[in-house]
T-cell receptor
Framework: DGGITQSPKYLFRKEGQNVTLSCEQNLNHDAMYWYRQDPGQGLRLIYYSQIVNDFQKGDIAEGYSVSREKKESFPLTVTSAQKNPTAFYLC??????????FGAGSRLTVL | QQQVKQSPQSLIVQKGGISIINCAYE??????FPWYQQFPGKGPALLIA?????SEKKEGRFTISFNKSAKQFSLHIMDSQPGDSATYFC??????????FGTGTRLQVFP
C-alpha cells in the first residue's frame, strides 16, 4: 500500500541536542511538507519542497532544517536553536491537485 | 489575508444530532477548500473538499456548504455518531500551492 512513513513515533531529546525526524513516501508525489501541531494552534508549516534539491521556508522555519536529496525522502532536523521543540510533527506529500496525504506523526518531547 | 478562521474551537453534540463547523477567509484567490479529520495520535486525513464553482458538496453524512460572496464555508455532519469524535480542520489554497489551515475544532459526540 502506498503511504507516508514517519519515524520514530516517539522521540525524547535533551536540551542542546539536534534530532532528525524521518519521512519517507512511496506515493510518487513531487511535493512534501513538514507541519508542527500544538494544542489549539492548528497545523503550522515549517518547510516544504516541491521538487528534489529544492525547498522553501514555511511560517515557522527558525530552528529547523531539511534536505530533499531524493524524491521519496524529506527528513527534518530539529536543532538546538529551536527553543520550544516539544510538539507533534506531521509530514505530508501532495499530488499536483494539492490533495495532502499525511503520515502518522512523530511526537517529540524535550526532557 | 492568508488566514483561515475556524469556529468553534470545540463542539459537543448528542448522537444523531447535526454538527456544524464554520470557516471564513479573506483571500478571494483561494480556489480549493478541503476539510481534514484527525483522530488522536494520528495524522489528518482528507474528508471532503470543494472548489468555488459549486455551493454545496455532499458525501454520505458529510456536506460542505460554500458561500462565495460571504467568503465562508462550513462542514455539516448529519446524524453525528460517537465514531465522528475527532478534530476537524478546514483549509484553503490557491491552485496547488501550500494549504493554509484553520486552528481546528474538537468534536465530541456523546451517545
Amino acid at each position: 500500500d502506498g503511504g507516508i512513513t514517519q519515524s520514530p513515533k516517539y522521540l525524547f531529546r535533551k536540551e542542546g541536542q539536534n534530532v532528525t525526524l524521518s519521512c519517507e513516501q512511496n506515493l510518487n508525489h513531487d511535493a512534501m511538507y513538514w507541519y508542527r501541531q500544538d494544542p489549539g494552534q492548528g497545523l503550522r508549516l515549517i518547510y516544504y519542497s516541491q521538487i528534489v534539491n529544492d525547498f522553501q521556508k514555511g511560517d515557522i522555519a527558525e530552528g529547523y532544517s531539511v534536505s530533499r536529496e531524493k524524491k521519496e525522502s524529506f527528513p527534518l532536523t530539529v536543532t538546538s536553536a529551536q527553543k520550544n521543540p516539544t510538539a507533534f510533527y506531521l509530514c505530508a506529500s501532495s499530488t499536483r491537485t494539492g490533495r495532502l496525504t499525511f503520515g502518522a506523526g512523530s511526537r517529540l518531547t524535550v526532557l | 489575508q492568508q488566514q483561515v478562521k475556524q469556529s468553534p474551537q470545540s463542539l459537543i453534540v448528542q448522537k444523531g444530532g447535526i454538527s456544524i463547523i464554520n470557516c471564513a477567509y479573506e483571500n478571494t484567490a483561494f480556489d480549493y477548500f478541503p476539510w481534514y479529520q484527525q483522530f488522536p495520535g494520528k495524522g489528518p486525513a482528507l474528508l471532503i473538499a470543494i472548489r468555488p464553482d459549486v455551493s454545496e458538496k455532499k458525501e454520505g453524512r458529510f456536506t460542505i456548504s460554500f458561500n462565495k460572496s460571504a467568503k465562508q464555508f462550513s462542514l455539516h455532519i448529519m446524524d453525528s455518531q460517537p465514531g465522528d469524535s475527532a478534530t476537524y480542520f478546514c483549509a484553503a489554497s490557491i491552485r496547488t500551492d501550500k494549504l493554509i489551515f484553520g486552528t481546528g475544532t474538537r468534536l465530541q459526540v456523546f451517545p
